[in-house]
């Protein structure tokens, strides 16, 4: 879960959801035979919501870079590899690199995290998906460097996704409990993150924006980001993110560059 203020941070978002979901052509598909999996495309900055199935797999390299003020924070890549389990059982690792400046700057491996999710109920024409997980975070960046936070994280979460052909909503929202191993100023928190996808299947892209957050009592984190997917293959693509800060705690202004591969079972398809 990524790492926001009150409910006006949702406003964009709900304008945008309510625009959609007013109209009847997203409610109700325009071909009953379409399994509304195959329209759903993954955010960029926010938690995939659907499991992988048995069989499939995707590796996801990102990096990332944001500016406070006339500082920058370092170009900061992670690695992300999403796997099915079981039936309705998915799993995924994240491996991120950490850059700090403290005086010297600092660059090495960052808090590692491993999620397991349940898919509860399969999306269909007319209702969404939803999904349970938790997600567990590790002190393996060296906190005093500034390279991780010092904490044993958990974040159990639910999540929800709805698909039609002209669009794809989906978030979730998680309470993160922290049990400190160094001392650190982390706290218990409340993560959300929101996401809307519009396709333009001659170009083989998507338009992605996103509310991603955090709150708790000492800080309040939230950023929208405006974003672009695009195809290379079935199997390949490539995305961009510009987040905003909307909080005095958030970095102005961000860029994400991702790039993902997927490998597929046989019969299966759709966007990812």
Same mark, same amino acid.
């Given at each position: 879960?990524?790492?926001?203020?009150?409910?006006?941070?949702?406003?964009?978002?709900?304008?945008?959801?309510?625009?959609?979901?007013?109209?009847?052509?997203?409610?109700?598909?325009?071909?009953?035979?379409?399994?509304?999996?195959?329209?759903?495309?993954?955010?960029?900055?926010?938690?995939?919501?659907?499991?992988?199935?048995?069989?499939?797999?995707?590796?996801?390299?990102?990096?990332?870079?944001?500016?406070?003020?006339?500082?920058?924070?370092?170009?900061?890549?992670?690695?992300?590899?999403?796997?099915?389990?079981?039936?309705?059982?998915?799993?995924?690792?994240?491996?991120?690199?950490?850059?700090?400046?403290?005086?010297?700057?600092?660059?090495?491996?960052?808090?590692?995290?491993?999620?397991?999710?349940?898919?509860?109920?399969?999306?269909?024409?007319?209702?969404?998906?939803?999904?349970?997980?938790?997600?567990?975070?590790? &002190?393996?960046?060296?906190?005093?460097?500034? !390279?991780?936070? *010092?904490?044993?994280?958990? $974040? /159990?979460? @639910?999540?929800? =996704?709805?698909?039609?052909?002209?669009?794809?909503?989906?978030?979730?929202?998680?309470?993160?409990?922290?049990?400190?191993?160094?001392?650190?100023?982390?706290?218990?928190?409340?993560?959300?993150?929101?996401?809307?996808?519009?396709?333009?299947?001659?170009?083989?892209?998507?338009?992605?924006?996103?509310?991603?957050?955090?709150?708790?009592?000492?800080?309040?984190?939230?950023?929208?980001?405006?974003?672009?997917?695009?195809?290379?293959? &079935?199997?390949?693509?490539?995305?961009?993110? !510009?987040?905003? *800060?909307?909080?005095?705690? $958030? /970095?102005? @202004?961000?860029? =994400?560059?991702?790039?993902?591969?997927?490998?597929?079972?046989?019969?299966?398809?759709?966007?990812?």
């Amino acid at each position: 879960m990524k790492r926001t203020n009150k409910p006006g941070h949702f406003g964009v978002l709900t304008v945008l959801t309510a625009g959609i979901l007013g109209c009847p052509k997203f409610v109700i598909a325009q071909a009953s035979g379409i399994d509304p999996e195959l329209h759903i495309v993954e955010p960029i900055i926010t938690e995939e919501t659907m499991p992988n199935g048995p069989g499939d797999w995707d590796v996801r390299f990102s990096g990332s870079y944001s500016w406070q003020g006339a500082e920058g924070s370092g170009f900061v890549p992670r690695t992300q590899l999403f796997f099915g389990i079981a039936n309705r059982w998915g799993g995924e690792i994240e491996v991120p690199l950490a850059f700090a400046s403290q005086g010297t700057n600092h660059f090495g491996l960052g808090d590692i995290s491993a999620t397991v999710k349940y898919l509860v109920r399969k999306p269909t024409v007319r209702l969404p998906g939803f999904v349970l997980g938790l997600e567990t975070t590790f &002190p393996s960046g060296n906190g005093s460097k500034g !390279l991780g936070e *010092g904490v044993l994280e958990a $974040t /159990p979460f @639910v999540a929800t =996704v709805y698909a039609s052909r002209r669009a794809v909503l989906q978030g979730n929202v998680g309470y993160s409990i922290v049990h400190r191993i160094q001392e650190t100023d982390a706290n218990n928190q409340l993560v959300y993150n929101a996401a809307v996808a519009f396709p333009f299947e001659r170009l083989k892209t998507w338009a992605v924006w996103e509310i991603n957050g955090t709150h708790d009592k000492a800080r309040n984190r939230a950023t929208f980001s405006p974003g672009l997917k695009y195809n290379l293959t &079935p199997e390949w693509f490539l995305a961009i993110a !510009l987040p905003v *800060g909307l909080t005095s705690r $958030t /970095p102005r @202004v961000g860029i =994400v560059l991702q790039m993902q591969i997927s490998l597929r079972s046989a019969g299966e398809g759709g966007a990812k």
